[in-house]
C-alpha cells in the first residue's frame, strides 16, 4: 500500500509545491490583520518614523500625537478621540507648556 515516488517523479513535483507555496505565502501576507501595529499608516514606507523639532520654534504649548491617528503627525489633531470611542481604547497627547514667568 502507499504511493511509491521516485527520485524523477519526485522533481516533477517541486515547481507545483513551490507555486503553490508562493501562493499561500503572498495570500497570507496580503490577509494578515494589521492587529498589533501601532502606526497604522503613517510614512509607512520609511524604515522608522522619526520627527524632530527645534525647543525654540514650539512656542508657548504644544501638544504631539501618540495614538499614530493624526492627520497633522507628529502633532496632535484630536483623531485619538474618534479612535478611543471605536476601539475603547484611552490614548491621548502628550502635551508640553511653557511654564509662565
Ligand atoms: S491625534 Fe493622536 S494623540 Fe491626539
Known amino acids: 500500500m ?5 527520485g524523477k517523479e519526485l522533481v516533477t513535483y517541486i515547481p507545483i509545491v513551490t ?3 508562493l501562493a499561500i505565502y503572498v495570500t497570507w501576507q496580503a490577509l494578515r490583520p494589521k492587529i498589533g501595529l501601532v502606526n497604522p499608516g503613517i ?11 527645534d525647543i525654540e520654534d514650539i512656542g ?7 495614538c ?3 492627520k497633522k503627525f507628529p502633532l496632535c489633531d484630536g ?8 476601539q475603547g481604547d484611552n490614548v491621548g497627547p502628550i502635551c508640553l507648556k511653557r511654564k509662565s514667568a
Open 2 to 6: 502507499g504511493v511509491d515516488i521516485g
Open 19 to 21: 507555486t503553490v507555496g
Open 43 to 53: 510614512e509607512k514606507n520609511e524604515q522608522k518614523v522619526v520627527n524632530s523639532m
Open 60 to 66: 508657548d504649548s504644544i501638544a504631539f500625537c501618540r
Open 68 to 70: 499614530w491617528r493624526s
Open 79 to 86: 483623531s485619538h478621540n474618534a479612535h478611543n470611542k471605536k
